[in-house]
């Protein structure tokens, strides 16, 4: 099966610009997942999708942050205005369902970097 | 939000050893997974594990999901050098959410 696919992979920004990064999860996950990864550290959940429900989202900083995924399939985080601190690797990942025997696949990731 | 406490932060072994790193939890979870993650890439699945006490091995990779249910353990037996990388842990709560470790950065010298 196909993995989870992210893009850009790379993205370079100015603080106050704007960036978007995009999700394809797994063919049929219904639960998807954004992470921030700071280097040096472990993977930050910033926002969890039930289909195009949102789950948790209490660690998403809202003031700048924002993502949504319309009709249960993609996903799109979306940065604005981006601040020098936002510079990590931004994870998506999938899961088959909510609850359950349950893991995470995750894509390669999108790596920002703030200027 | 929580973040696991992961040990050893780093480790420097020689090719061969065994390896054993553990990750602790102040909450309960009732999913323990190992990931590992190599540089410009995302975390690949290692071991799940879903039930306390349960002993899971995949190769020369061993895992307990502790009784208590608020700690784990990864063994890495006869380390090779594309063991190289680093090692995290991830624990699922009661709310369905994925929480990781601070990460177990592993060199293997040849």
């Known amino acids: 099966e196909a993995g989870v696919a992210q893009s850009p992979r790379y993205k370079i920004i100015e603080k106050r610009q704007s960036v978007a990064f995009w999700c394809n999860p797994i063919s049929g996950h219904a639960t998807l997942y954004w992470y921030q990864q700071i280097l040096g550290q472990g993977p930050k959940l910033l926002i969890q999708?039930?289909?195009?429900?949102?789950?948790?989202d209490s660690q998403l900083p809202k003031d700048r942050f924002s993502a949504e995924r319309l009709k249960g399939v993609d996903s799109t985080l979306k940065i604005q205005p981006a601040k020098l601190e936002d510079s990590a690797v931004y994870l998506c990942a999938s899961s088959p369902r909510l609850s359950g025997a349950n893991v995470l696949t995750f894509g390669a990731g999108s790596r920002l970097t703030v200027l | 939000g929580q973040q696991l406490n992961q040990s050893p932060q780093s480790m420097f072994i020689q090719e061969g050893e065994d390896v054993s790193m553990n990750c602790t939890s102040s909450?309960?979870?009732?999913?323990w997974l190992w990931y590992k993650q190599d540089p410009g890439e995302g975390p690949v699945l290692l071991i799940a594990l879903y039930k306390a006490g349960e002993l899971t091995s995949n190769g020369r990779l061993t895992a307990q999901f502790g009784i208590t249910r608020k700690d784990s353990f990864l063994n890495i037996s006869a380390s090779i050098p594309s063991d190289v990388g680093i090692y995290f842990c991830?624990?699922?709560?009661?709310?369905?959410?994925?929480?990781f470790g601070t990460g177990t950065s592993l060199t293997v010298i040849p």
């Open positions: 909450s309960i979870f009732n999913t």
């Open positions: 991830a624990g699922k709560n009661t709310g369905n959410q994925f929480y």
């Open positions: 999708f039930q289909n195009n429900g949102v789950v948790d």
